[in-house]
């Protein structure tokens, strides 16, 4: 078979049929290309480029409330700032860290009632000059194009009202959880609905939702059901009255959640967090011809050669079967992956994923 471009490789799983190989694609983090560059790979190339692996690109757009952004203090060990979002962080200057969340604009419904009056959904919330940069050239060299939606649970509590606080109003006061799941959402419509109606056309929409954690869920199924399944929906019906796909990031185990995911349409699900819970072996035999399945790859393993090589040669056999897979790590490349391991691993799937 001869060697397909990004989009005809990604076409192809979505048909659940198969393509030349599994298309291959992540997200490493920023410590992890610095590490790469100083292990040899040249500066200023594309690392998808280096490794010759599939180009997925997104188009973006800020639903923020915009709230004032300002640093309150800096030091030699961190620095803490206001965000777009009215939260208050305090992000740490080693390698890649995790930022601690200190107070937040939104904590009650009242509060969250005047926030709403910074959303509405103008012209200026999309970046029109990269559109008109880079879309002509992701088109014409075969690029897979997302619309990177966002609403729903993960942007509500981590990064607008904060875990507790939202956890209790998911039971306590719902009306204000969906009122926030719906409104992200319908700023993310507002403002696709302008960019495709400008000729921006694009192969599916990616959201992230992280509805998970290690073994169990942030929430009980029938909370899902009365109060984020409808938001979920609407999202992919979008997508699909649109002709496009509808993907779907969830961190976490969210294993009994996916069969109302299957229900209601959704076409893609990422990252299959294994470390986590998440089984993608049993997904596959029973969602494999309803689901395209987008890592699932330990990312654990990934700094010894020998365990990821073994896993990859045993998990890809049975996930690209009739199509419907996409490779990458089960979440994210860490800064713990060598150059030369990321290069071995990238050259063992290209041989264990073609068809």
């Not at 690109?57 to 700032?81: A, H, V």
């Not at 009202?161 to 507002?190: H, K, Q, R, S």
């Not at 089984?279 to 309803?290: A, R, S």
């Not at 030369?340 to 290209?350: F, H, P, S, T």
């Amino acid at each position: 078979m001869k060697e397909m471009t990004t989009h005809e490789r990604v076409t192809r799983m979505f048909e659940h049929k198969e393509a030349d190989r599994v298309p291959i694609t992540d997200e490493p983090w920023s410590g992890t290309l610095r590490r790469w560059k100083r292990e040899g790979m040249p500066e200023g190339v594309d690392w998808r480029d280096y490794f010759q692996i599939d180009k997925i690109d997104r188009i973006g757009i800020d639903i923020s409330p915009r709230f004032e952004q300002k640093i309150l203090e800096e030091t030699d060990d961190y620095i803490i700032s206001t965000t777009e979002w009215g939260v208050t962080l305090k992000n740490f200057k080693l390698e890649d860290s995790t930022p601690e969340f200190l107070d937040f604009k939104i904590t009650n419904p009242e509060r969250w009632e005047e926030t709403k009056k910074r959303m509405a959904c103008t012209r200026d919330r999309i970046n029109w000059k990269q559109l008109e940069e880079d879309y002509p050239k992701w088109k014409a060299n075969g690029h897979w194009i997302q619309a990177a939606f966002w609403f729903g649970f993960d942007v509500s509590h981590s990064w607008a009202v904060g875990t507790e606080t939202f956890l209790i109003a998911l039971m306590e006061e719902p009306e204000w959880a969906m009122d926030m799941f719906n409104t992200y959402l319908d700023m993310c419509i507002g403002c696709y609905d302008q960019i495709w109606d400008a000729g921006y056309h694009f192969d599916s929409i990616f959201w992230w939702d992280d509805m998970g954690y290690k073994n169990s869920q942030f929430f009980s199924l029938n909370t899902y059901r009365e109060l984020l399944k409808p938001a979920h929906k609407r999202a992919i019906e979008w997508a699909h009255n649109h002709g496009i796909k509808a993907h779907l990031h969830s961190c976490g185990d969210i294993m009994p959640i996916v069969p109302d995911l299957v229900e209601i349409g959704l076409d893609a699900l990422n990252p299959l967090e294994v470390k986590a819970g998440m089984k993608p072996k049993e997904l596959k035999e029973k969602f494999g011809d309803k689901l395209v399945f987008h890592g699932g790859v330990n990312a654990v393993l990934w700094d010894d050669k020998e365990a990821i090589c073994q896993e990859i040669d045993q998990l890809i056999p049975v996930m690209k079967e009739n199509g419907g897979y996409i490779f990458s790590s089960d979440h994210s490349i860490p800064n713990s992956v060598s150059l030369e391991n990321m290069q071995a691993i990238i050259d063992r799937v290209k041989i264990a994923g073609k068809y």
